[in-house]
Structure formats: C-alpha cells, structure tokens
C-alpha cells in the first residue's frame, strides 16, 4: 500500500491537500484540489499503478473538486448533498474565479458521478477505506478512514489551527470529533499540519469554546496567519447565531416545528 498527500497553494499563507491511497486491486484520489494542474505528478503516479482509480470529493467546496477532470474518466463519489451543491453551485463559481484568474481558464467540471447517503466502504487490496458524515463545516462533509493504518483524512472537518463554522451545527460536529479522537492515530487535515488524535481534540474544544466561551483567548491562533483570524471572527459569529437558535427553540411554548429547525445537519 502507498499513500500520498498532494499539496497545493490555496490562499495567502494556506495550502489545501489531497491524498492518494493505492490498493493492490484499486486507487483513490481523496479530493482533487482546485485544477487539474494542480495533479501533474499524480497522474503519472496512477499511470505507473496501472489499476483502477476513483475519485472522492469529500465536499463541494470549489478548492476540493475542480481537479476531478485531471482524471476525465475515472468514477467520481460523493456524498448525495454535495452532489447537488456541485450542480447548484459549480458553474456560478467557476464563471466568477475565471473573471479574476486566468489559471482557471482550463477547468472543466466533473461533478460527482456516484452518490450515497450515511456510509460507504471501498476494498482496494489489502486496505480497506471508509466514508462517513461529519457534518459542520458544512452540511454535506464526510471524512475517509483507512482502518488497517488508524488513518483518518478529515478534509475540513479538522484543520490546523482551528476549523472553519461555515454552515454548522458545532455541538454535534465537537462531540463527533472526539468519538474520532478514540480511533485515529494519524489526522490528515485539507488545510495545515497532518497530526494526530491531538488535532481532533484541538479542534473539539475550539468549538466547544465558540459555544461556551466564545471571548476566550484561543492559543491556536498566535502567530496564526490573517486568514484565520478573520475566520475566526466569522465562527464566533455563526456559533452565536446557532446558541441563540437553540435557546429560543427551546424556549417554553416553542412548538415543535421551531425546535427542530436549527439542529437539522441536512
């Protein structure tokens, strides 16, 4: 079995990461960065493999999918709901960046071509790859675990520093992150420094502070860079908006519809 992570320059100061995990029977490309460029040297890689390759886009995030046709022929999986961002999405975004950046000129979008819902598993040879939901970045993330190395590529459900709370909700996305904290040894984010179940637990009680104490000094981000203080800015903002949600769904005389609004991860 060979695994490689696959680096490429996102923002200022910020990388996002894809990792190729080869199987005696089978391949997969773990998200595809933001071009097929960006994939020059896998290509070659997966050429010399010589066996099947698939493509997982661990969400629809523009940084994680736009290199699929890197591998025009190859299956695309994906969870059901990013597939159907990838459809609503894609093409407004792509117009937008093409706008601003010549290097996106060349890309074609592939969006997913096999879907599921909860939970999927590929035997690739001698290594075996599991996809589950970990909703709270956004709606539709999943994360891939490679049980035989205790390996877990959490794309954006963990990052170093700290996670970015787009859509949430963060309770539920804190606790699922120390259920992982008890299985994995290796954690390889899409943004920042590939750790271990140190990270997981990093991660966790960032967002449980948002919740909790979201004033608080957050060691993670000293020397951390614009980046994600802005977005720290912007978690503290929308884990707000999420407690004050759940307080008024629970409030007396709240009816049932309201309480179930804000703690729905579809």
């Not at 909860?118 to 994360?143: A, C, K, R, T």
């Not at 271990?196 to 104490?213: K, S």
Request: hydrophobic fraction near 45%; aromatic fraction near 6%; proline fraction near 7%.
């Amino acid at each position: 079995t060979d695994i490689f992570a696959i680096n490429a320059p996102c923002d200022a100061q910020v990388d996002v990461r894809a990792l190729l995990i080869m199987g005696r029977d089978r391949a997969i490309l773990i998200d595809s960065l933001l071009r097929p460029s960006d994939l020059d040297g896998v290509q070659e890689i997966v050429a010399s493999h010589g066996k099947p390759l698939y493509i997982v886009n661990s969400h629809a995030d523009w940084d994680h999918w736009w290199g699929n046709s890197a591998f025009p022929t190859a299956p695309v999986v994906a969870h059901r709901l990013t597939l159907q961002r990838q459809l609503r999405e894609g093409r407004r975004q792509l117009t937008a960046k093409q706008r601003t950046d010549g290097s996106f000129t060349q890309v074609v979008l592939r969006p997913a071509t096999i879907t599921f819902d909860g939970w999927m598993q590929f035997d690739l040879g001698g290594i075996h790859l599991e996809l589950s939901p970990l909703p709270g970045h956004v709606h539709d993330q999943i994360v891939a675990y490679v049980r035989e190395h205790r390996l877990l590529f959490a794309a954006d459900a963990a990052e170093d520093p700290i996670p970015l709370v787009t859509e949430g909700p963060v309770a539920p996305w804190a606790r699922a992150l120390r259920d992982w904290e008890g299985k994995a040894r290796t954690v390889v984010p899409a943004h920042g420094a590939i750790g271990g179940a140190e990270l997981l637990r990093r991660n966790a009680a960032y967002l449980e502070g948002l919740l909790h104490e979201p004033q608080r000094v957050v060691p993670e981000l000293v020397g951390a860079p614009a980046f994600y203080r802005r977005a720290h800015r912007r978690n503290v903002k929308q884990a707000a908006a999420e407690s004050e949600g759940l307080a008024a769904a629970t409030a007396p005389g709240a009816s049932s519809a309201q309480r179930a609004g804000p703690v729905d991860a579809d």
